[in-house]
């Protein structure tokens, strides 16, 4: 309290009204919501549900772990809904308690399970969904998942007036409103571990290695897996040409160098590494390539400590959030502090990626 109020306020200087005024006002309203919070809290919610849904990713658990370990230390009733909005429509509600999340920290997946669900873009589908929420007494529900998660919360309260919080719980750090989402972090350390092997032959062979990691959408793990792995190229999606770039590049930089690396997300204009490979091979037919496609095991693997501590911190505030009277957000960590965003301003996507960033990939890779 004394950070808000201010030591030099108390201290320092003689308080000024412009100053003082609005630091009361702060304060009294911060009293007065936690006053409220606590008194009528107990009376209007009492059950949540938790699910982990869209495409899993490590940090997921973690998440799940803290928000079933919130919910019962601030005397909720919890349910787990196995398989996303499947298993809402389907009625699929596991009760959970403390000891159900025991032990799983540290595993990657989701022991919720996940899914892609067809039927929940349907009116139906979601009409069903809500008829099983009032069915269990949900009154919040905590949604871990990506931006298709987000919109399917946002669709189903065109009909259901439950409030969704959300949890970023995908790999590829997509989404406005934090800085990391759940399972970025281990995903590049997967890429990049994957990438020193494969540097390894590559270096041995005076080879030029194209690895094409996820991002349909966004190429952040492209970008970051590729700075970290000191790739000489990195292609990615929101970037339209870039792959002209990098050919006039080799051209010029034909030197001796063991070993390249270039790094392509999924999703790029020119096609993936198999396109891009062939391209080089066209322009460079004296170049050895090589193509490696890293697929499904970027997705897997235990968290990183860091993507624990984010999964953790943001699956409290969700609670947190719920029982604040929050709708409809998504928990976000931006400068290391929480942060919440409306799911309509989460989906958005992102803008290209900070033109610093690809300029110091190129320098970098001399
Ligand atoms: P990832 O980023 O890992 O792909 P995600 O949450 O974006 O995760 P999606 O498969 O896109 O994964 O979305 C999860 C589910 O949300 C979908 O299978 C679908 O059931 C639901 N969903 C997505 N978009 C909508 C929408 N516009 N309306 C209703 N439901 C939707």
Do not use: W
Not at 91 to 98: Q, S, V
Not at 100 to 105: D, G, K, L, M, P
């Amino acid at each position: 309290m004394t950070s808000e109020i201010g030591f030099d306020f108390l201290f320092l200087r003689p308080p000024s009204p412009s100053h003082i005024y609005p630091t009361i006002r702060k304060f009294v309203q911060s009293v007065i919501t936690r006053f409220v919070t606590f008194v009528f809290r107990p009376t209007f919610m009492k059950t949540i549900a938790v699910l982990t849904s869209g495409g899993d990713s490590p940090g997921m658990n973690a998440c799940l772990r803290a928000v079933v370990r919130t919910a019962i230390h601030e005397g909720l009733n919890v349910y787990g809904v196995r398989y996303g909005y499947d298993g809402l429509m389907n009625g699929d509600f596991l009760k959970m308690d403390a000891r159900s999340v025991a032990n799983i920290i540290h595993r990657g997946g989701t022991i919720l399970k996940t899914a892609r669900s067809k039927k929940f873009l349907t009116l139906e589908g979601r009409q069903q969904a809500k008829e099983q929420l009032e069915k269990f007494g949900i009154e919040g529900v905590v949604a871990i998942g990506g931006d298709g998660t987000f919109r399917g919360a946002v669709a189903l309260s065109e009909i259901c007036t439950i409030p969704f919080v959300g949890c970023p719980g995908t790999i590829d750090n997509d989404l406005v409103g934090t800085d990391f989402t759940i399972g970025y972090d281990t995903a590049i350390n997967t890429v990049i571990e994957a990438v020193d092997k494969i540097r390894d032959t590559a270096e041995s062979h005076n080879r030029l290695f194209i690895v094409e990691v996820m991002g349909r959408d966004a190429g952040l793990i492209a970008l970051y897996s590729g700075i970290g792995s000191g790739a000489e190229g990195i292609l990615i999606p929101e970037t339209k040409n870039d792959l002209e770039v990098l050919l006039a590049r080799l051209g010029e930089r034909q030197r001796e160098k063991h070993s390249r690396i270039i790094i392509v997300a999924e999703g790029d204009e020119a096609g993936g590494a198999f396109a891009v490979e062939k391209a080089v091979k066209e322009k460079f037919p004296e170049f050895d390539i090589r193509v490696s496609i890293l697929g499904h095991i970027q997705r897997g693997g235990s968290p990183t400590c860091m993507e624990r501590v984010n999964a953790s911190r943001m699956g409290y505030a969700a609670v947190g959030a719920l029982l604040s009277g929050k709708s409809h957000v998504m928990i976000g960590i931006v400068d290391r502090k929480i942060k919440f965003t409306p799911f309509k301003d989460a989906i958005k996507h992102l803008e290209e990626p900070d033109p610093l960033l690809m300029k110091m990939v190129d320098i970098l890779a001399r």
